[in-house]
């Protein structure tokens, strides 16, 4: 702080207080300036010197009056009579001025008499300002006084323009009249001096006790005892304003010299009784000590009476520790205005308020903000009706004059430079105002009036008025880190510091806190407020931040709304109360899972709501009804301001209502947070409606200043007018104010609220001050009482990154009662969408309710910035409504076209639409279905019928038995995630959607079987080394598997188990049997609860008979598995070759042998009651048919005879039937022949032909009819060559008997040349399409030749089979899934709606429905099929194709494109390079071009449709220019093609994390983007609080955005987040890798870091260190040396590989954690991370979880986290639960790892608040 003395050579003294802020000494500047103007003959020197010890000489003071003479020691100084005696100090000269005070004084004085300015400099205090008082005092020298601040300007200095009786006139300030009149203003002491008792009674023995009381003397009983370490800490609260090491280094100073607290941990006293004292505004109180002795002290007290004990006190629980702290706080007050300090919902204004109680105080709640200016503290500039302008005093001044006490509540948010205006308020009891008026202490206005002789009415002509001796400040504050600040300085600096003594208020302790609410809440649960209390302070005890930040969401006011509800609402559950006072829903992942852990211990049940058949609401006249509870409805003067809005109900915003009536009933304020769109409003106006309450509404706004949001002032005539805002009409009226967007306006706006929620005081910036009815007697003409039925509603969005608001709950959260608003579940959401578009298909807004629902959670997950809410969903859904003929797609795209600019956030968006079957960008062009080619009419080969000639068989015997199975074991299950690609989103085929499965390289696939569980499609699959089971649902994107390792046999030499699976029906429709073909085992399996079963059809001898004999027998032949009634729980085995069938009843475990008179080589089932089986030697057929209806099992055998009809049947191969028969209209279609109406019939097929169908199957032959079973058949017209392989080349067949279709898996040589050679595929789906006669080919994904996926014998790498709803599901051997639809009907249909999706109505339409077989030149697209509504739009689609079929030719050779050289944007065109939205040359956003190539302009992004249809040639131009400039890029970073390849393949595999990585370092930079308000500008918006000074004429009443400057001479500094990468590049990285991938992983991780982070080095800087057996610290990169391009980043990657290849065994973890620790914070940084990339191997090398968790929290500036990569069994897991919580997580998958980043970088997010 300075002081700056201007002597003008008159004797005039000007005293300026400056703040220590760059922008005032321009002010000061003029100032000076304006002296040499006034007196130009005097020179002028500045004299600044630090300290005051400037001399060795020791001076006597010698003061003597003789003649009008100073003297000080050998310097003399002429005394004049002061013209305005008023303005000369008073009371500051005694006659005990220390020595070193009269060096200043005569120093001063030297300078004064050669009339050069003086400068003070020195410590914080008042101490420099008392010297100048004195001098000033000395020389009867009059004062001027200003305090300069940061709000200072110069008209404050020099002359301030006022309008009186309409004239605008000049009123000089103190500056000028210092000049003119010679005067200095300044402040004096006040208060009384506290002497010991020895000391005051020697005193008395000179001196009268009247004189002693005119000097303010007090004796302080003898009995009085302070501790000195309390009274230390008052005054230097080192605790709340030091870090961790001044913390030591102050506990050791006091320990040095003995000053520690020894007392107990209680305050030392306690008030037992207050009276008033026989002097006016004085209170007597009686102080009990803990060793009951009394003590009495005298304090200022109001002019109401005093309670005279605390249990009068209303709504106040007299706890041990708030009894202690209120009689610490009147010590205090006896010496002087005191600050409490503690977080937000301990208590401070609760106390505050019961102190002023008990002394009979009024209070004036000033609620202090940051963009408050000093004037705001002290006046207000106001105009009176007839247009002059004047002053109107604050609260603060209204408080001073009138003896109440004036809380400043917010401190922390204040600039210190504007609280020091009232520096000399609090440490002299004197001020001086705006409007000149001085204000002085009783005191020293009493001494003036004895020296001026002035009376009191001549004192207040003079503008000088006396402060009440009562007055008080008492400054409310919260502790660092509430002020939204994590570094730099702390809000209590050296100046503040010295303002006020401190009290530190901790939170209540476990059982204050119990007994506080038992008291104030008597019927709540004891067991609720048990739990509740343990949990809390579980919490509170935590020294992690995260949790810390978490536990100050339970304050005592939130536990005390907690309690309330748990005692008004019975069925109301703990935890959902919890998560209410802490918004569960939006704390960043860390804080979560820390939450839920902590509730997990605690044995919390589960949350609970009101179930979804009592979630109605129901209005009965005066009654309303929400779920389960009721309340009356409100009866308004008007109905006018009752909202009524559209809303649809739905289950999710019936039982938030019902939250709501709970808290309103019980009186609460609401605060409702949630994303933008999600309802809010909506949910509060319907909420209001059934209330039938009229509500205000207000919308705030980044521009929103406190005056806005209570008042609206106006120029009117010349006269500002202030008219009242929705706030003040919903106080007055009782109305519900509705605030919305409450956190776009700043913070310090929304906290005035606070006292208006809090006391129901608000002061407005027209001097009216709100308050309630029940504060005071008498109304005040000025006040507004606040109306009982008032009550406020506040909307937010919730803190972060998209929104760019403030954290209002973070500021304000725990004065409201909180409710989460989230999108509504998919089911409610579906309900009400479906009300917006009833004639919206469910299947399209089923679509939209998924893609939006993952991109919300993807937001959540920071991949994407915004959370698409349900208003978007709405939107389009309501478009659709209005305009179906606009396709989904493009109305959908709509939405997306604000970030169509962000291609990384688009790739993803689109990517989620697509995946949810949204075809965004598609076109009708996209239409690619497969070539279909026509087959020979089938042909009648035979005439199957019944022998007549043989004699029938007796029935077959029968064996029973009973099925045994082994017990059941839990074997456990694993659960996976994939990703389904939607392929029609892209373009229209038969492909539906693919994923991938995960699989070992040496997996091979074995069956596949489906299943329908009444809702939704299963699928199971089973493979073969090793022998695993996997379960899934068609569309969804998890699944899970059974490994089965184990139970079967060996599969490493001869054998292998060939695997078959039957999913179970009814009772077992939850269970699969799984048949193993060599060993006939079967196995009963859950997939979804990972239990296995192993059942018997044999004895025990038997199976070990047959164990032994096994070798004996063939080993080829196999036990097959007849399972197509699987779903009713029965299945048929036999053996190749064998003579028995084994029918097992899986129901009720009853196994029948059924004894064949031949051996059998095939079985097939043709119905329940037919079998077809062929013989093994003679390859005949016979029949099994049953003797009755009632028998079990078909037991009657009869042979069957074939009529050869054609010459082309050849020998059966692999002979396979439906069991069930397609429909008489499909037969009818491939036949053209009428005599087979009524007729039974089963889809046949063999290796020799492609299908069939056999007329009359079954019923000829269970009927024993005359007619014969007719076979006709499509043969294949096969080479002699490809005959003989047959059996390798074609895979088993699958039937789709509801469209009339066989599939089977094909090799290539089985389809035309054509088609092999325009795809790459080598293995196609053959579907042969018996209602149209046609045979198409699907290309299916190439499976890797390799003898771990296939051995040369089982050349189809792929299973197949049908869903229930005849869709075709194939997997291949890598765990590829693709899911197909070949149904003509069905593709029909399906067309007709994916056109409706991509179509955009903007065509005329074609009334009648065309279908169009059209064959396109093959060099383009063959369309088999296209049913479509719009001619226009499909002949337009083939022009553009054939066009640029044509421009083939021409464009062969464009690629050599030429660079501009003023590197002018290109849009299109095909000349220049690096333009966009163009083709042939490089550039961004075209087609065709062979490289990207930015040249720093917008991109213009043309349509995947215009990129598809360039022509092959011109792509493989491209290709081959691309190549030739990619080797000259590697030869420019010296980079080898193999080294590329490398590189790119661990790059590839983590292309969209980066891009996901990045979406998460800029949601953590676009908070800075936020610019601020810059005041007193000459140009810009004209601003609200100076409109009054435009009146006057002053041109600096403008405001304007700019970016935000730092403070000057402020600690804070902006420095990058510091980040050290730790990896693992030990030994048992490189040996397990082939375990579990653990070192790629990390090499991934690595090059994931490296990537997302380029660029973002001003943001957050990086390095990476390593640590193995052999050295804990490897250096791979330094903050100043990261890798900048792929060559420099494999140098890293090459490293750490080659290192963990080639070290010493051994471990480092601890090393290596305490160096990281160490050494990152030897940066400067806003905030550190240490992040350990580590296997799970610990336990080996003995390193203990408890210590490695020391080492983590060893250092409270760093956070430290494990990520553990690679782990055998379940090692990762158990260490993750012994480390700190939230601070190690377990990623096997990389994909996982930017979610893992995105965490740990907003762990500290709460820490701001």
């Given amino acids: 702080m300075k002081y700056a003395i201007c002597n003008y050579g008159h004797g005039l003294f000007a005293l300026l207080k400056a703040a220590d802020s760059k922008p005032h000494l321009n002010v000061i500047h003029s100032l000076f300036c304006f002296r040499h103007k006034t007196s130009s003959n005097l020179p002028t020197l500045a004299l600044w010197f630090p300290g005051w010890c400037f001399g060795s000489s020791q001076l006597q003071l010698h003061c003597t009056c003789v003649n009008s003479v100073l003297k000080i020691g050998k310097v003399r100084k002429d005394i004049k009579k002061p013209n305005n005696p008023e303005l000369v100090p008073v009371g500051y000269v005694n006659k005990n001025i220390p020595k070193s005070v009269q060096k200043h004084l005569k120093w001063i004085m030297q300078k004064d008499n050669i009339q050069q300015d003086i400068f003070l400099i020195g410590n914080p205090g008042p101490l420099r300002r008392i010297i100048v008082m004195q001098y000033l005092e000395l020389t009867k020298s009059e004062l001027e006084y200003i305090r300069l601040s940061r709000d200072t300007t110069e008209s404050d200095l020099k002359q301030r323009r006022e309008i009186i009786a309409g004239t605008a006139h000049y009123i000089d300030q103190c500056a000028v009249r210092a000049a003119i009149y010679g005067r200095v203003e300044m402040q004096l002491d006040d208060g009384r001096f506290l002497m010991a008792a020895d000391r005051y009674d020697s005193l008395l023995k000179t001196h009268s006790k009247e004189e002693l009381d005119s000097r303010k003397l007090v004796r302080v009983s003898k009995d009085f005892r302070a501790s000195t370490y309390q009274t230390l800490y008052k005054l230097y609260p080192y605790d709340l304003i030091l870090g961790y090491e001044g913390k030591m280094a102050a506990k050791h100073a006091l320990q040095m010299f003995d000053v520690i607290d020894k007392v107990d941990a209680r305050l030392p006293y306690r008030i037992k009784d207050i009276k008033p004292s026989g002097s006016d505004a004085v209170a007597s109180v009686t102080l009990q000590s803990l060793s009951n002795n009394l003590c009495h002290i005298e304090v200022p007290m109001g002019k109401s009476k005093p309670l005279r004990n605390l249990n009068d006190v209303e709504f106040f629980v007299p706890t041990a520790y708030h009894t202690g702290t209120i009689a610490d706080m009147m010590l205090s007050h006896m010496l002087r205005d005191f600050c409490l300090v503690g977080s937000k919902g301990c208590g401070k204004t609760l106390l505050v308020q019961t102190f002023a109680n008990m002394l009979g105080y009024h209070t004036e709640n000033v609620v202090l903000y940051q963009d408050m200016t000093a004037r705001d503290l002290l006046q207000q500039r106001v105009t009176l009706e007839n247009g002059d302008t004047t002053w109107r005093d604050a609260p603060l001044i209204s408080a001073a004059l009138n003896g109440h006490i004036a809380i400043l509540d917010g401190l922390h948010r204040l600039n210190p430079s504007t609280l020091m205006i009232i520096q000399r308020l609090i440490d002299d009891r004197e001020l001086t105002l705006h409007d000149g008026t001085r204000l002085m202490s009783a005191q020293k206005y009493k001494l003036l009036q004895e020296k001026s002789e002035f009376s009191e009415t001549e004192l207040k002509e003079r503008s000088i008025l006396p402060i009440h001796p009562a007055f008080r400040v008492i400054g409310l504050a919260e502790p660092k880190g509430s002020s939204g600040k994590t570094s730099g300085q702390h809000w209590l600096n050296s100046e503040l510091l010295t303002l006020f003594l401190h009290h530190e208020i901790r939170p209540l302790t476990k059982s204050e806190e119990i007994d506080v609410i038992n008291t104030l809440v008597p019927n709540v649960p004891k067991a609720d407020v048990d739990l509740l209390m343990k949990f809390t302070h579980k919490l509170r005890n935590n020294d992690d931040p995260t949790v810390q930040s978490i536990s100050s969401s339970l304050s005592t006011r939130q536990l005390l709304r907690i309690s309330r509800r748990l005692a008004s609402y019975s069925n109301e559950n703990l935890r959902h109360s919890i998560y209410k006072a802490c918004l569960a829903k939006f704390l960043p992942p860390l804080a979560s899972e820390i939450l839920e852990n902590g509730l997990k211990e605690g044995e919390f049940g589960a949350e609970k709501l009101t179930d979804d058949a009592d979630a109605t609401y129901e209005v009965d006249n005066d009654s309303l009804r929400i779920g389960r509870v009721t309340t009356t409805r409100y009866k308004p003067d008007s109905d006018v301001m009752v909202p009524d809005v559209l809303f649809y109900d739905n289950l999710q915003h019936i039982k938030i209502m019902e939250d709501m009536l709970k808290d309103f009933l019980l009186g609460e304020h609401l605060l409702l947070i949630g994303n933008q769109g999600v309802g809010k409003n909506k949910i509060v106006d319907r909420f209001l409606h059934l209330l039938n309450r009229p509500r205000q509404y207000i919308q705030l706004h980044r521009d929103t200043t406190v005056q806005g949001l209570t008042l609206q002032p106006s120029v009117r005539d010349g006269q500002i007018i202030f008219e009242d805002s929705p706030l003040v009409n919903a106080v007055r009226s009782g109305h519900i104010l509705v605030v919305d967007e409450a956190d776009k306006a700043p913070t310090h706006v929304t906290c005035i609220l606070k006292a208006l929620v809090e006391s129901g005081e608000m002061l407005l910036a027209d001097g009216r001050k709100i308050i309630t009815g029940a504060q005071l007697t008498e109304i005040p003409e000025n006040a507004i009482v606040a109306h009982k039925d008032f009550r406020m509603m506040v909307l937010a969005n919730r803190p972060g990154f998209p929104f760019l608001g403030n954290d209002f709950f973070g500021s304000l959260g725990d004065i409201f009662s909180?409710?989460?608003?989230?999108?509504?579940?998919?089911?409610?959401?579906?309900?009400?969408?479906?009300?917006?578009?009833?004639?919206?298909?469910?299947?399209?807004?089923?679509?939209?309710?998924?893609?939006?629902?993952?991109?919300?959670?993807?937001?959540?997950?920071?991949?994407?910035?915004?959370?698409?809410?349900?208003?978007?969903?709405?939107?389009?859904?309501?478009?659709?409504?209005?305009?179906?003929?606009?396709?989904?797609?493009?109305?959908?795209?709509?939405?997306?076209?604000?970030?169509?600019?962000?291609?990384?956030?688009?790739?993803?968006?689109?990517?989620?639409?697509?995946?949810?079957?949204?075809?965004?960008?598609?076109?009708?062009?996209?239409?690619?279905?497969?070539?279909?080619?026509?087959?020979?009419?089938?042909?009648?080969?035979?005439?199957?019928?019944?022998?007549?000639?043989?004699?029938?068989?007796?029935?077959?015997?029968?064996?029973?038995?009973?099925?045994?199975?082994?017990?059941?074991?839990?074997?456990?299950?694993?659960?996976?995630?994939?990703?389904?690609?939607?392929?029609?989103?892209?373009?229209?085929?038969?492909?539906?959607?693919?994923?991938?499965?995960?699989?070992?390289?040496?997996?091979?696939?074995?069956?596949?079987?489906?299943?329908?569980?009444?809702?939704?499609?299963?699928?199971?699959?089973?493979?073969?080394?090793?022998?695993?089971?996997?379960?899934?649902?068609?569309?969804?994107?998890?699944?899970?598997?059974?490994?089965?390792y184990g139970m079967f046999p060996s599969t490493r030499y001869r054998w292998k188990p060939t695997l078959s699976i039957s999913p179970l029906g009814n009772s077992m429709k939850d269970c699969i049997l799984l048949h193993e073909q060599t060993s006939n085992t079967l196995m009963l399996v859950w997939p979804h609860t990972g239990e296995v079963q192993k059942i018997h059809t044999k004895s025990k001898f038997d199976r070990i008979r047959n164990t032994f004999t096994r070798q004996m027998e063939h080993p080829e032949?196999?036990?097959?598995?007849?399972?197509?009634?699987?779903?009713?729980?029965?299945?048929?085995?036999?053996?190749?070759?064998?003579?028995?069938?084994?029918?097992?009843?899986?129901?009720?475990?009853?196994?029948?042998?059924?004894?064949?008179?031949?051996?059998?080589?095939?079985?097939?089932?043709?119905?329940?009651?037919?079998?077809?089986?062929?013989?093994?030697?003679?390859?005949?057929?016979?029949?099994?048919?049953?003797?009755?209806?009632?028998?079990?099992?078909?037991?009657?055998?009869?042979?069957?005879?074939?009529?050869?009809?054609?010459?082309?049947?050849?020998?059966?191969?692999?002979?396979?039937?439906?069991?069930?028969?397609?429909?008489?209209?499909?037969?009818?279609?491939?036949?053209?022949?009428?005599?087979?109406?009524?007729?039974?019939?089963?889809?046949?097929?063999?290796?020799?032909?492609?299908?069939?169908?056999?007329?009359?199957?079954?019923?000829?032959?269970?009927?024993?009819?005359?007619?014969?079973?007719?076979?006709?058949?499509?043969?294949?017209?096969?080479?002699?060559?490809?005959?003989?392989?047959?059996?390798?080349?074609?895979?088993?067949?699958?039937?789709?008997?509801?469209?009339?279709?066989?599939?089977?898996?094909?090799?290539?040589?089985?389809?035309?040349?054509?088609?092999?050679?325009?795809?790459?595929?080598?293995?196609?789906?053959?579907?042969?399409?018996?209602?149209?006669?046609?045979?198409?080919?699907?290309?299916?994904?190439?499976?890797?030749?390799?003898?771990?996926?296939?051995?040369?014998?089982?050349?189809?790498?792929?299973?197949?089979?049908?869903?229930?709803?005849?869709?075709?599901?194939?997997?291949?051997?890598?765990?590829?899934?693709?899911?197909?639809?070949?149904?003509?009907?069905?593709?029909?249909?399906?067309?007709?709606?994916?056109?409706?999706?991509?179509?955009?109505?903007?065509?005329?339409?074609?009334?009648?429905?065309?279908?169009?077989?059209?064959?396109?030149?093959?060099?383009?697209?063959?369309?088999?099929?296209?049913?479509?509504?719009?001619?226009?739009?499909?002949?337009?689609?083939?022009?553009?194709?054939?066009?640029?079929?044509?421009?083939?030719?021409?464009?062969?050779?464009?690629?050599?494109?030429?660079?501009?050289?003023?590197?002018?944007?290109?849009?299109?065109?095909?000349?220049?390079?690096?333009?966009?939205?163009?083709?042939?040359?490089?550039?961004?956003?075209?087609?065709?071009?062979?490289?990207?190539?930015?040249?720093?302009?917008?991109?213009?992004?043309?349509?995947?449709?215009?990129?598809?249809?360039?022509?092959?040639?011109?792509?493989?131009?491209?290709?081959?220019?691309?190549?030739?400039?990619?080797?000259?890029?590697?030869?420019?970073?010296?980079?080898?093609?193999?080294?590329?390849?490398?590189?790119?393949?661990?790059?590839?595999?983590?292309?969209?994390?980066?891009?996901?990585?990045?979406?998460?370092?800029?949601?953590?930079?676009?908070?800075?983007?936020?610019?601020?308000?810059?005041?007193?500008?000459?140009?810009?918006?004209?601003?609200?609080?100076?409109?009054?000074?435009?009146?006057?004429?002053?041109?600096?009443?403008?405001?304007?955005?700019?970016?935000?400057?730092?403070?000057?001479?402020?600690?804070?500094?902006?420095?990058?987040?510091?980040?050290?990468?730790?990896?693992?590049?030990?030994?048992?990285?490189?040996?397990?890798?082939?375990?579990?991938?653990?070192?790629?992983?990390?090499?991934?991780?690595?090059?994931?870091?490296?990537?997302?982070?380029?660029?973002?080095?001003?943001?957050?800087?990086?390095?990476?260190?390593?640590?193995?057996?052999?050295?804990?610290?490897?250096?791979?990169?330094?903050?100043?040396?990261?890798?900048?391009?792929?060559?420099?980043?494999?140098?890293?990657?090459?490293?750490?590989?080659?290192?963990?290849?080639?070290?010493?065994?051994?471990?480092?973890?601890?090393?290596?954690?305490?160096?990281?620790?160490?050494?990152?914070?030897?940066?400067?940084?806003?905030?550190?991370?240490?992040?350990?990339?580590?296997?799970?191997?610990?336990?080996?090398?003995?390193?203990?979880?408890?210590?490695?968790?020391?080492?983590?929290?060893?250092?409270?500036?760093?956070?430290?986290?494990?990520?553990?990569?690679?782990?055998?069994?379940?090692?990762?897991?158990?260490?993750?639960?012994?480390?700190?919580?939230?601070?190690?997580?377990?990623?096997?998958?990389?994909?996982?790892?930017?979610?893992?980043?995105?965490?740990?970088?907003?762990?500290?997010?709460?820490?701001?608040?």
């Fill in 818 to 1044: 909180c409710h989460a608003i989230d999108n509504p579940p998919v089911d409610s959401e579906v309900a009400m969408l479906k009300k917006y578009g009833p004639d919206v298909p469910e299947e399209v807004i089923r679509k939209l309710v998924a893609a939006f629902g993952e991109l919300r959670h993807l937001a959540d997950e920071g991949q994407i910035s915004y959370p698409y809410s349900t208003r978007e969903v709405v939107n389009v859904v309501r478009h659709i409504q209005k305009y179906p003929d606009d396709g989904i797609a493009n109305v959908v795209k709509n939405v997306f076209d604000f970030d169509n600019h962000q291609s990384e956030l688009m790739e993803v968006v689109i990517g989620t639409l697509r995946k949810h079957d949204i075809p965004i960008g598609a076109s009708t062009r996209d239409i690619r279905l497969a070539k279909s080619f026509p087959l020979p009419p089938p042909t009648l080969m035979s005439n199957w019928t019944l022998s007549k000639q043989q004699q029938p068989y007796k029935p077959c015997s029968i064996e029973t038995s009973y099925v045994t199975a082994q017990d059941r074991l839990d074997i456990g299950v694993d659960h996976f995630e994939t990703q389904q690609i939607k392929h029609r989103s892209i373009a229209f085929n038969e492909l539906l959607s693919s994923w991938q499965l995960f699989m070992h390289t040496s997996n091979r696939i074995a069956a596949i079987a489906t299943a329908n569980d009444g809702k939704k499609n299963i699928i199971y699959a089973a493979t073969s080394n090793p022998v695993s089971v996997y379960a899934m649902e068609e569309n969804a994107d998890a699944y899970t598997i059974v490994d089965l």
């Fill in 1117 to 1809: 032949d196999l036990y097959k598995i007849c399972n197509e009634f699987a779903h009713e729980n029965w299945i048929v085995t036999y053996k190749e070759h064998g003579n028995q069938l084994s029918a097992i009843d899986l129901a009720s475990g009853v196994c029948h042998n059924i004894n064949l008179p031949f051996s059998i080589a095939l079985l097939r089932l043709a119905s329940k009651d037919l079998w077809l089986a062929t013989e093994s030697n003679s390859a005949k057929k016979y029949v099994l048919k049953k003797a009755t209806e009632n028998d079990l099992w078909p037991t009657i055998i009869t042979q069957t005879e074939q009529e050869i009809l054609s010459s082309d049947l050849q020998q059966e191969q692999n002979f396979q039937l439906s069991s069930k028969a397609t429909s008489e209209g499909i037969v009818h279609k491939f036949l053209d022949i009428s005599n087979i109406d009524n007729m039974t019939n089963r889809i046949i097929t063999d290796d020799m032909s492609y299908a069939g169908v056999a007329i009359g199957l079954p019923d000829n032959f269970v009927n024993n009819s005359d007619t014969a079973v007719g076979l006709f058949k499509v043969p294949r017209n096969l080479q002699p060559e490809k005959n003989t392989e047959i059996d390798k080349t074609l895979g088993d067949a699958v039937f789709l008997t509801s469209v009339g279709q066989v599939a089977r898996i094909v090799k290539d040589t089985h389809v035309p040349e054509e088609i092999s050679h325009e795809q790459s595929s080598d293995h196609f789906i053959e579907v042969v399409d018996l209602q149209r006669n046609v045979v198409s080919y699907l290309p299916l994904p190439r499976v890797p030749r390799s003898n771990y996926v296939y051995t040369p014998g089982e050349i189809i790498p792929y299973a197949i089979t049908a869903l229930p709803d005849d869709k075709l599901i194939v997997i291949d051997s890598t765990g590829r899934v693709t899911l197909w639809e070949t149904g003509f009907s069905i593709l029909e249909r399906s067309l007709d709606k994916w056109v409706e999706l991509v179509t955009d109505g903007s065509a005329e339409d074609d009334t009648q429905a065309n279908k169009i077989y059209r064959l396109i030149p093959s060099d383009l697209i063959y369309l088999s099929l296209l049913h479509i509504n719009n001619k226009k739009l499909l002949i337009n689609t083939l022009l553009i194709m054939v066009t640029d079929y044509n421009r083939t030719t021409e464009r062969l050779g464009s690629y050599r494109t030429k660079e501009d050289p003023f590197n002018t944007p290109h849009v299109g065109g095909d000349t220049w390079a690096g333009g966009t939205g163009g083709r042939s040359t490089a550039g961004l956003g075209g087609r065709g071009g062979p490289y990207r190539l930015d040249a720093g302009h917008d991109v213009y992004q043309v349509s995947d449709a215009d990129k598809e249809a360039v022509p092959a040639e011109i792509q493989e131009a491209a290709r081959k220019m691309n190549r030739k400039a990619f080797k000259d890029r590697l030869r420019e970073i010296e980079m080898s093609e193999y080294d590329a390849d490398a590189y790119d393949k661990i790059s590839n595999a983590v292309i969209r994390q980066v891009k996901a990585m990045r979406v998460i370092l800029d949601s953590l930079e676009a908070k800075g983007l936020e610019r601020t308000w810059a005041k007193n500008q000459t140009t810009g918006d004209l601003d609200d609080n100076r409109l009054i000074e435009g009146l006057t004429g002053e041109r600096t009443i403008y405001k304007r955005r700019a970016d935000k400057e730092p403070e000057y001479n402020s600690q804070d500094q902006e420095h990058p987040k510091r980040l050290r990468l730790v990896v693992d590049v030990s030994g048992s990285m490189y040996r397990f890798n082939g375990v579990d991938g653990r070192l790629q992983r990390t090499l991934e991780a690595t090059c994931m870091l490296m990537e997302a982070f380029e660029n973002y080095d001003q943001k957050l800087q990086y390095e990476i260190f390593g640590h193995s057996g052999e050295d804990p610290e490897i250096s791979f990169t330094r903050y100043d040396k990261v890798p900048k391009n792929n060559k420099e980043r494999l140098k890293v990657l090459k490293a750490m590989h080659a290192h963990s290849q080639f070290c010493f065994s051994g471990d480092t973890t601890m090393e290596a954690t305490r160096n990281a620790v160490e050494k990152v914070v030897e940066e400067e940084g806003d905030e550190h991370f240490v992040i350990i990339l580590s296997d799970a191997n610990l336990e080996r090398y003995g390193i203990s979880p408890s210590k490695l968790g020391k080492m983590m929290n060893s250092d409270p500036r760093v956070n430290v986290f494990f990520i553990f990569i690679g782990s055998l069994g379940n090692q990762a897991e158990r260490l993750k639960q012994k480390l700190p919580s939230g601070h190690a997580f377990v990623c096997m998958n990389t994909k996982d790892i930017p979610q893992i980043l995105q965490q740990i970088f907003t762990s500290t997010m709460l820490l701001t608040r």
